[in-house]
Nanobody
Framework: QVQLVESGGGLVQAGGSLRLSCAAS????????MSWLRQAPGKEREFVALISKSGGTTYYADSVKGRFTISRDNAKNMVYLQMNSLKPEDTALYYC????????????WGQGTQVTVSS
């Protein structure tokens, strides 16, 4: 069982930066590939970024490529999302999620942290 708790969201002006954090419980954190997803009001949840179990592989949605960076610290059971050059269209509830297979279904979800970007 893994519990995920996101933090770091908030209100920021366009062009600003935020760093989201996701704290994971349990001793098997390194067994999970981790992802960030987001859901804006009235829209479906969408993939943002993923990082492999070791942290050696990352992948980004085209909409955030070059602006967002995902990272993890397996010793601290943490995953991060550094968000730079934020745009109003980045406004959403951001979730971290864990899965044992990098392309499989998500096994665990956090409760989300709100990011609001003003123009």
């Amino acid at each position: 069982q893994v519990q995920l708790v996101e933090s770091g969201g908030g209100l920021v002006q366009a062009g600003g930066s935020l760093r989201l954090s996701c704290a994971a419980s349990g001793r098997t954190f390194s067994s999970y590939a981790m992802s960030w997803l987001r859901q804006a009001p009235g829209k479906e949840r969408e993939f943002v970024a993923l990082i492999s179990k070791s942290g050696g592989t990352t992948y980004y949605a085209d909409s955030v490529k070059g602006r967002f960076t995902i990272s993890r610290d397996n010793a601290k059971n943490m995953v991060y999302l550094q968000m730079n050059s934020l745009k109003p269209e980045d406004t959403a509830l951001y979730y971290c999620a864990a899965r044992t297979v990098i392309s499989g279904d998500y096994n665990y979800w956090g409760q989300g942290t709100q990011v609001t970007v003003s123009s």
